[in-house]
Structure formats: structure tokens, C-alpha cells
């Protein structure tokens, strides 16, 4: 049976247990893609629910819909054979988006992208990882993007006054640092390692309201590990796991891009320096496919536009908060940084 | 000889006026063309006469002509290894209407492919399997 078949029919097999179980809708929204969510209770299924940073009063009629799930009786066709499941699994194309991946004991997502319904599979649902909690059903929203103008990716934005710095770099570059140094500051944060973004005209918009703080950072940012859920411990890496949400509201989850700025390695001095549109894309389509898979091309062409249309900069990493946020609120303000590449 | 941009779907380019940036992901390697690098990619991925591409976009640059030449060579047989570009067969359409950009000031260099592959290591460390339209267990051997 064809692939998408399979996710047709498993679909519809969730649909009938979602109505028989009466399983609970919420309405959230990515940028503007509105969806309708419904959770079984299985394991920590329901904490994905937690970090989803708009919450909607009701879904729109046109709003995708999504299951998430910890079991799918007569569905292991669906899985990938057994020897191809240690790894990763990934098909997209116009009709279907479907991914599975060996973490958290076995996690599928599947989309019909003609339908715009689709379900997310914990296999093991007591095993769900942080990661996931974090940032939940980022995959699903991937997959969800293709025919809209938005796209997830992988990095940190904050805002102020409506307009937004879009930070981008790989794991480990500084985001979350610089995002709550920002959010400390007064800026409204939008998220540290994902968010939503499109061009024409440029936005970002929030995705999660999590932050996730390495142990070496705790005493960094008090605030925030007053607003932590708690301690996770994926694999051994000590994570603060913050909800930013209980530290003041977001008054407005999208802003417009005023600039992007990639965090450079330490031994540079704190400033701004130009950098090419080329780089800058490269350095965003990095990152993203660090945890974001599938699609390129349309997420290429997206970003492209975007950094084509706003200034770039490589940022010295800036240790001292104070000249962080000057540093940031001048690119807010339209300063152009005199230190050159 | 003629070429096209690749036709695979994991091939795109874009130009940033100044500079094209071309990436294939499959491999995760990106290129940077710039100068008479991008006055070729150009000419060629219009379907423009390879020659021609090359003497015009030669005719602007500072080196000699048989270096410029040779130049040339090895950047379209990169681009083609690379998978950027397909041949296609001259055929019988006329060649399309097509000048290069001379350079804002001064001269063009011999034209260069830089390449980024800080992905590949990435993508070797957690591969993506497509697979066949028609589902399990069959991986795409042409992906292979």
C-alpha cells in the first residue's frame, strides 16, 4: 500500500477513536496557521500542550487539524520496517509529510498535506522526551508550512515595540543566552531555538513559550529559573526547562524583522559587522536542519526571500547584558553599525 | 555543448544580485558564485551556448584568453560533478538573447566555485532515507 494510504487510513482509524474516546480540542496557532489539536491522555502526552505560546478561544473553520497519540492499534504498517527504525525516516512531498524518528523510543508524524490533517505517534509516551515538551509538534507545523507563506526554523527572536531581532546559529551559539539577557532587559521574547518566519512582508512569530537553560547558565538568569517547570535530564544533558509565559505575558506573538544577526564564536569583540545575505541564509538553512527535516527547497526559497529583504549582521558575542540590548535595540531603531566585516 | 539548471527537486539557486548562492540537498553542500563565476551560471543555465558563454563572459575579464579558457572548463566540469547543471542537447532552438554584466569596476577573475560543505558531516551523523513512492521497505537507490 502507498505510503499516503497508509496515513489516510490511519487517520481516519484516529478519527473514530478520538470520537468514541471523546478526546478534548484545543485551538492553537503558529504564525498564521491556526490548528485544531486533539491529545489522548496516554503518559506525557497532555504536558505538550503546556509551551504552546497562542491559545486560541476557537479553532477557525479552515484550522488544520492534528492528533496526538500513544497508541494506534492495527497501525504498525505505518511504522517503518523494523530494521530501518534505528535512524531517521523521512518522506515529503506535496501529498504527504511523514518522519520518524528513533528518540523517545520511536515518534512518528504524519501529514496529509492535501487534507491538512495529520497525527503525531509517541510509541512510548511515558518516554516523551524534554526536547518534544519544549517544543512541541514542531514537525507537524513543518509539515503543516509547505503551501503557506511561513516556515518553523531553528532560531531565537526577541522583540521590542514591534519589531524584532531574529537571532540564528547552531545549537550551542548563544540563543537562549541572548534571548533572556533581552527578555531581562524588557524585550518580548519569542522563543530561543524555534520560531515561525516568513518573508514579504518579514515576521516572526512565537512558537513556544520555553527556554531552555543550560546548567552551566542557571546562576546567569534568576528570573527565569523562577519560572522553571524543572531539571531535565535527556541523556544526561542538565536542562532548566522555563516557561516564559509565567513571567509576564506576550503582548503581540508576531513582530516584524528588522534584522537577523548570527552569534560569532568567542575572541570577537562585542558589535555588529554586515554580512552578506549569502551567509546569513546558509547559516539559517544550517541550522535549521539540525532539527527541522524535509522540504528544502520550498524552506530555501523562503529564506532566501527573507534575508534578501533585511539586514544581516555578525554579532561578537557581547557578555556584558547592558551593551547586548544597546547593541540589539540600535538595529530596532535602524541604526547602521559602523564596524566593518 | 548546452546546460540547465538540475532538474532534481533537492537542486535551487538564488541570486542575490551580486552573488548566487546554489545548494544541493542531498549532499548539504552550498556554493557561492561571484563575479564572472555568476556572469557564466548565468549564461549557461539560460541556455546559452556554452562557447559563447564563455568568450563573452572572457571578454571581460583581466586574464589571458586560453587561461580564462581553461578556466572556464574546469568551472562548468565542477558545476556539472556538482550536479548543479545537466547537459542538454543543442537541439534546434535558437540560443537565447544573452549578454553578462560587465563588472562595476574593473575587471572579471577566472571564475571560481567556492564550496561550503560544514553540512555534510551533519547529515553523516543523522541520515534522512527517502523512499520510493510506493512506501516500505524499498530506499530510493538513486538517493543512495
Request: one cysteine or more; hydrophobic letters at 45%.
Amino acid at each position: 500500500m502507498d505510503l499516503r494510504d497508509l496515513v489516510r487510513d490511519a487517520l481516519a482509524a484516529v478519527e473514530d477513536a478520538a470520537g468514541r474516546e471523546r478526546r478534548p480540542l484545543s485551538a492553537v496557532a503558529f504564525g498564521d496557521l491556526a490548528v485544531t489539536l486533539r491529545v489522548d491522555g496516554r503518559g506525557r502526552i497532555p504536558a505538550l500542550l503546556d509551551m504552546i505560546r497562542v491559545r486560541l478561544d476557537a479553532p477557525p473553520p479552515d484550522a488544520a487539524v492534528i492528533d496526538v497519540i500513544g497508541a494506534l492499534d492495527g497501525f504498525g504498517a505505518l511504522l517503518p520496517p523494523p530494521d530501518r527504525r534505528a535512524g531517521t525516516v523521512l518522506r515529503a512531498n506535496p501529498d504527504v509529510y511523514y518522519l520518524w524518528r528513533d528518540e523517545a523510543g520511536g515518534y512518528l508524524t504524519g501529514i496529509d498535506r492535501r487534507t491538512r490533517r495529520g497525527l503525531v505517534w509517541f510509541t512510548c509516551p511515558d518516554r516523551i522526551a524534554s526536547w518534544h515538551v519544549a517544543r512541541p509538534l514542531l514537525h507537524a507545523v513543518h509539515g503543516l508550512a509547505l503551501g503557506g507563506p511561513w516556515t518553523p526554523i531553528h532560531a531565537a527572536a526577541v522583540a521590542r515595540g514591534g519589531r524584532a531581532v531574529l537571532i540564528c546559529g547552531m545549537s550551542g551559539a548563544g540563543k537562549t543566552s541572548m534571548a533572556l539577557a533581552c527578555a531581562a532587559a524588557g524585550w518580548d521574547y519569542l522563543g530561543d531555538d524555534a520560531v515561525m518566519v516568513r518573508a514579504d512582508p518579514p515576521r516572526v512569530a512565537a512558537l513556544y513559550a520555553s527556554a531552555r537553560l543550560r546548567r552551566d547558565t542557571f546562576h546567569l538568569f534568576p528570573a527565569a529559573m523562577e519560572a522553571s517547570r524543572g531539571i531535565s535530564d535527556d541523556a544526561g544533558e542538565l536542562k532548566a526547562e522555563v516557561d516564559m509565559s509565567r513571567l509576564r505575558p506576550l503582548a503581540e506573538p508576531q513582530a516584524e524583522i528588522a534584522a537577523v544577526v548570527v552569534p560569532q564564536p568567542d575572541g570577537l569583540p562585542c558589535g555588529l559587522a554586515p554580512l552578506r545575505p549569502s551567509d546569513t541564509l546558509r547559516r539559517l538553512m544550517d541550522a535549521t536542519r539540525q532539527s527541522i527535516l524535509g522540504d528544502e527547497p520550498a524552506v530555501f526559497a523562503k529564506l532566501a526571500s527573507l534575508v534578501a529583504g533585511v539586514p544581516c549582521y555578525a554579532l561578537g558575542r557581547c557578555r556584558d547584558p547592558a551593551r547586548l540590548d544597546a547593541t540589539l535595540a540600535g538595529l530596532i531603531e535602524g541604526e547602521v553599525p559602523c564596524r566593518s566585516a | 555543448m548546452r546546460y540547465r539548471l538540475s532538474p532534481s527537486p533537492n537542486v535551487s539557486a538564488r541570486s542575490f544580485g551580486d552573488e548566487i548562492v546554489a545548494a544541493n540537498f542531498v549532499t548539504g553542500v552550498y556554493y557561492s558564485l561571484l563575479g564572472s563565476a555568476m556572469q557564466m551560471w548565468d549564461g549557461l543555465v539560460a541556455g546559452v551556448p556554452c562557447d559563447r558563454v564563455v568568450a563573452q563572459v572572457g571578454a571581460l575579464s583581466d586574464a589571458a584568453p586560453e587561461a580564462f579558457a581553461q578556466a572556464a572548463r574546469s568551472f562548468v566540469d565542477a558545476l556539472v560533478a556538482e550536479k548543479l547543471i545537466v547537459p542538454i542537447e543543442d537541439g534546434t532552438a535558437p540560443a537565447p538573447a544573452w549578454s553578462p554584466v560587465p563588472p562595476a569596476e574593473g575587471r572579471y577573475a577566472v571564475p571560481l566555485l567556492e564550496r561550503f560543505d560544514d553540512m555534510e558531516d551533519l547529515l553523516l551523523l543523522d541520515p534522512v532515507h527517502d523512499v520510493e513512492e510506493m512506501g516500505w521497505p524499498h530506499a530510493d537507490p538513486s538517493r543512495a
